[in-house]
């Protein structure tokens, strides 16, 4: 059972251009998400969160919107450029303390 | 410089061994975590320590054993157990106390059973 979904296992975009990436999740005790960059045989970089008790948080480039009645998250990246092209991990926590549980992840591919 | 490190990069098994991945890190961090990572799925949970000489399993725990008697180091053991043991194997530190604590990964340990 899944408790964290990302349905889009890819996305491509064009440099510049603002990329969505989208995650839901089922358990209504998740209470703090996170979104990790990964590239290929490394191990994944934290890149920005965000509590329940907010609906949107920044930092440069990036940034999380969290709809709870919807049990919804999406990270914005704008503008999008070639490095940005890695594997994006949604994760979340809240019922276990700070075990993570992790989507699948998408892989996103900044054209230029 | 603080970090995990995890030892070797990549690691090849016969079948019927066991094997031992090592995981350090000096960031001072209380919770240590073992995730595996195949092609196209997330990271799923092996074991992870709250503290030292206490440890838990996790969602995939089977074939698989851990100890914690540093607070610095969280090795993972893959015994022949473990039915399908060809993995990227990925080692993680956090704070546990307060919640909401990100987890810093290291670099992984690519792990190959011939």
């Known amino acids: 059972d899944q408790q964290v979904k990302q349905n889009s296992p890819s996305l491509s975009v064009q440099e510049g251009r603002i990329s969505i990436l989208n995650c839901d999740y089922t358990?209504?005790?998740?209470?703090?998400f996170l979104w990790y960059k990964k590239y290929p045989a490394e191990g994944p970089t934290f890149l920005i969160s965000?509590?329940?008790?907010?609906d949107k948080n920044e930092d440069g480039r990036f940034t999380v919107f969290l709809n709870k009645s919807a049990k919804h998250l999406s990270l914005h990246i704008v503008p999008s450029q070639p490095g940005d092209s890695a594997v994006y991990f949604c994760?979340?926590?809240?019922?276990?303390?700070?075990?993570?549980?992790f989507g699948a992840g998408t892989i996103l591919r900044v054209k230029s | 410089d603080g970090g995990i490190t995890q030892s070797p990069k990549y690691l090849f098994r016969k079948e019927g061994q066991n094997v031992t991945l090592s995981c350090e890190q000096n960031?001072?961090?209380?919770?240590m975590y073992w995730y595996r990572q195949d092609p196209g799925q997330g990271l799923r949970l092996i074991y992870y320590?709250?503290?030292?000489?206490?440890?838990q399993k996790g969602d995939i725990a089977e074939g698989y054993s851990v100890s914690r008697e540093k607070k610095e180091s969280f090795p993972l053991t893959v015994t022949s157990a473990q039915k399908n043991p060809t993995a990227f194997y990925l080692c993680?530190?956090?704070?546990?106390?307060?919640?909401?604590?990100?987890?810093?990964f290291g670099p992984g340990t690519r792990l190959t059973v011939l």
């Open positions: 993680a530190s956090s704070m546990w106390q307060g919640g909401n604590n990100e987890q810093f």
């Open positions: 358990n209504s005790m998740f209470d703090y």
């Open positions: 965000i509590s329940s008790i907010k």
């Open positions: 994760a979340a926590s809240g019922e276990y303390g700070n075990k993570l549980v």
């Open positions: 960031l001072n961090h209380d919770a």
């Open positions: 320590s709250q503290i030292v000489n206490d440890f």
